[in-house]
């Protein structure tokens, strides 16, 4: 018995993990952050017509297709900004939340960024 004890008693006490009370960012979070310093301090262009043609000017720097986007637009983007070596990024959510993550109240399917300001929303993309 006296061996459990005094094994028992050199063993250190484990202390409870200690929390920082800051909540988990997940994927989205991200971005909607990085979005609102964007349109803050950047330069964008939101819709299907103005990112085509900063796509097509070669002045894009990345481009946002919200989920939702219908296929053959979606596709037509994508090949343009391929043409033009832009990185897209699917947004997980759809136009509704992608306009409101853009501060605004109304739909937006996609959105291209030329100047991101100072957010760092470029190199934070894997695909850009």
């Known amino acids: 018995m006296s061996s459990k004890t005094a094994a028992a008693s050199t063993e250190?006490?484990?202390?409870?993990?200690k929390t920082t009370g800051k909540k988990k960012v997940?994927?989205?979070?991200?971005?909607?952050?990085?979005?609102q310093i964007v349109m803050r301090s950047g330069k964008y262009a939101l819709?299907?017509?103005?990112?085509?043609?900063?796509l097509r000017s070669g002045k894009a720097k990345l481009v946002?297709?919200?989920?939702?986007?219908?296929?053959?637009?979606?596709?037509?983007?994508?090949?343009?900004?391929m043409l033009?070596?832009?990185?897209?990024?699917?947004?997980a959510g759809n136009n509704v939340d992608l306009g409101t993550s853009c501060g605004r109240y109304y739909r937006v399917s996609c959105?291209?960024?030329t100047d991101p300001g100072d957010s760092d929303i470029i190199k934070s993309m894997p695909e850009a």
């Open 26 to 35: 997940k994927g989205n979070e991200g971005i909607n952050n990085r979005l």
């Open 47 to 54: 819709g299907y017509k103005t990112t085509i043609k900063s």
């Open 84 to 91: 033009a070596k832009t990185g897209v990024h699917h947004y």
């Open 111 to 113: 959105m291209s960024i």
């Open 12 to 17: 250190t006490p484990i202390a409870p993990e």
């Open 64 to 81: 946002i297709i919200s989920n939702n986007c219908p296929p053959l637009r979606k596709s037509e983007i994508e090949y343009y900004a």
